[in-house]
């Protein structure tokens, strides 16, 4: 009986619990942070203008939210060939410490678009994205904060009535509205 | 008898008052006719005024008849009165510069333009799409820069067109043959140059900016003041798009769209790009704030506007839809830093419900009204750059972020 009653509290119990899409240093004081650089995300999309799409998206509501300054992308590419990093997408924490003394930020962003494009299921067919940042302190190179998002799929109403799901750029800007949502909750 | 009479004098009143209306119809063509001639016979306001011609920039990635095009624009300005260089002695200055690239001219070829031919200014013409394929389709833009020691964008337009913009009932306004379209646009832009030159205002409808167009999400620094006067240089885009020279294309619709507006002075891009070449500036992933500095000192700009290119997407044929999408930065001169950003994506069926009224069939017309979207919010007061933004619906500035 007492198994039993245990067995249902755990059910109950983890079915409230949400997956935890975000990380955030909680010694980061994020406030210090006034001019970030973003790299150029990698791409595991089939697409590979996508990931210039999503960080030109990315870094444009990035600098709308007036809380953060993003270094022109010209900017960072430059210091990027001249901290020699070898894989911009990737960099590992002594480039980024390079980098962002090189370019004055006080963080760097990478990201990754896992998914980009349209998803089929059966006859039914949507639009979706998929993409996980990071960000990197500029002076250890430690993450202090990594968060990921998931929009657009094929639901029920595109099962039901088809339709083909939401335009891409719209998805797009959803993602992105929600990664920095993360950002700055 | 009497009836007979009666009737006979009906009919001479009705053969009088017929005749009097066909005599006031002919008299009246005759004068709409005068007048139409007058207006098309009139001349540019200096006397002296010459133009040279430069041969047609084909952008369009296809071929084209550029030659017939550049022939058909000489034709009608010479129809118009305007002094037109002849080809002979442009060919002749083309060879003794050495002058190859058409797309623009740099200080030192309209100082020599000016000392060897005499000619007051350079028409530059880009043909940015040629469709052949029914219903056709063609854009170009033409600018018409000064000669001399400071070449200056004196006038800038263009027309996209497709034969099927305005169908009709019918099918009966369907425009089938491309030479016809051609003349067309060329007529569109003939006229624009005319009005200019003849200082009459220019005709454009600023209603006919729709708020579909506007950026998707934009930033818009304090730095920027909304009536200040600006001088810009357009550095090279990046094309990530499939379209061959996406760039170039999307780089003459913002110096277009900029040069409508008052507030901005366009730097000519030949200029822009000797001082590239000159400072073996190569700008494989946008500009650097170092090379940034360095085109500020030597083009004396305030602002340096850089973009990439997503998608620049025309179709052949009568299905399929037009596609632009690009990303726009300014960067400042004094703060060194990026005071505008915005992201702008359009479909040609955006909007569109019923009958595909409102339907934009070419790239060149959606991205023309795009840029002149970004053009007029980047220097809109700060409240009405929100404003502006917000009415659009889906157009919303970001506030959740700021602190």
Known sequence: ?185 | MDNRSSVSSINGKIGRVSAAIFSVCILLSAVFWAAEGAGSNAGPPEQGFSIAVLPVENLSGTKAPVKDIRALLIRRLKAQGFQILDDESLEKFMLRNRLRYTGGINKAVAQAFKTETGVGSVLITSLELYSEVNPPKIALTCRLVSTGENPVILWMDGAGLAGDDSPGILGLGLIEDPMALLEKAVGRVEGSLGRYLNRKPAGENVQSVKRKFKPETFYRSDVLVSNARYSVAVAPFLNFSGRRNAAEILELQFIRSLKKSDQFDVIEPGVVRQQLLALRIIIPEGISLSDAGALFTLLNADLILTANVVQYEDYTGSFGKAKVDFFTQLIDRKSRSVVWSSVSHNEGDDGVFFFDRGRVNTAYAMASQMTRWVGKMMLAQGKRAEEAGEQGGENKMIEKGKQ
Do not use: H
């Open chain 1, 1 to 185: 009986m007492r198994m039993a009653l245990f067995c249902l509290a755990f059910v109950f119990f983890t079915a409230c619990a949400g997956t935890r899409e975000v990380y955030r240093d909680p010694n980061m004081d994020f406030g210090a942070i006034r001019s970030v650089a973003v790299m150029p995300f990698l791409s595991l999309a089939r697409d590979n203008i996508a990931a210039e799409r999503v960080r030109d998206v990315f870094i444009n509501d990035l600098l709308a939210t007036g809380a953060v300054y993003v270094v022109p992308v010209g900017e960072v590419a430059r210091g990027a060939a001249r901290a020699e990093v070898v894989t911009p997408a990737t960099p590992s924490p002594e480039e980024v410490i390079k980098l962002a003394s090189i370019i004055k930020v006080q963080a760097v962003i990478t990201g990754v678009l896992k998914e980009y494009g349209e998803v089929r299921s059966g006859t039914t067919s949507a639009n979706i994205i998929s993409v996980s940042l990071q960000m990197m302190e500029a002076q250890t190179g430690k993450i202090v904060w990594s968060a990921s998002t998931t929009k657009g799929g094929i639901n029920i109403w595109d099962r039901l009535f088809g339709g083909g799901g939401q335009p891409m750029d719209k998805i797009t800007q959803d993602a992105v509205r929600d990664l920095i949502n993360k950002l700055f909750k």
